[in-house]
Nanobody, 122 residues
Framework: QPQLVESGGGLVQPGGSLRLSCVTSGFTLDYYLIGWYRQAPGKEREGVSC?????????NYVDSVKGRFTISRDKAKNTVYLQMNSLKPEDTAVYYCAAGRQATVTRGYDYWGQGTQVTVSS
């Protein structure tokens, strides 16, 4: 069964860092775009970052996290990471990873994880 499992969330002070992990199984990661999304209370789900199946030369970030967040992939572990630095209270949200076939991802993702809570507060 295709599956994505997020981990690494928690409580951190403003200016701190966290690294989220998305462990995938049950499908060939090379042919999928992997995206990180987040949803804060009272707000719509927002795309944060994405990386292509090759894991090199194909990354994107929403403007609000550029220069602070970095997405990467470990092919051997079938895992995608989101390194989050200089965290702000407005980064507080449930973070989800998702996988979509590169040919059809503009129509929607195929698989979603259950999410991990990130709380940035002093």
């Amino acid at each position: 069964q295709p599956q994505l499992v997020e981990s690494g969330g928690g409580l951190v002070q403003p200016g701190g860092s966290l690294r989220l992990s998305c462990v995938t199984s049950g499908f060939t990661l090379d042919y999928y775009l992997i995206g990180w999304y987040r949803q804060a209370p009272g707000k719509e789900r927002e795309g944060v970052s994405c990386i292509n199946g090759l894991g090199a030369g194909g990354t994107n970030y929403v403007d609000s996290v550029k220069g602070r967040f970095t997405i990467s992939r470990d092919k051997a572990k079938n895992t995608v990471y989101l390194q989050m630095n200089s965290l702000k209270p407005e980064d507080t949200a449930v973070y989800y990873c998702a996988a979509g076939r590169q040919a059809t991802v503009t129509r929607g993702y195929d698989y979603w994880g259950q999410g991990t809570q990130v709380t940035v507060s002093s």
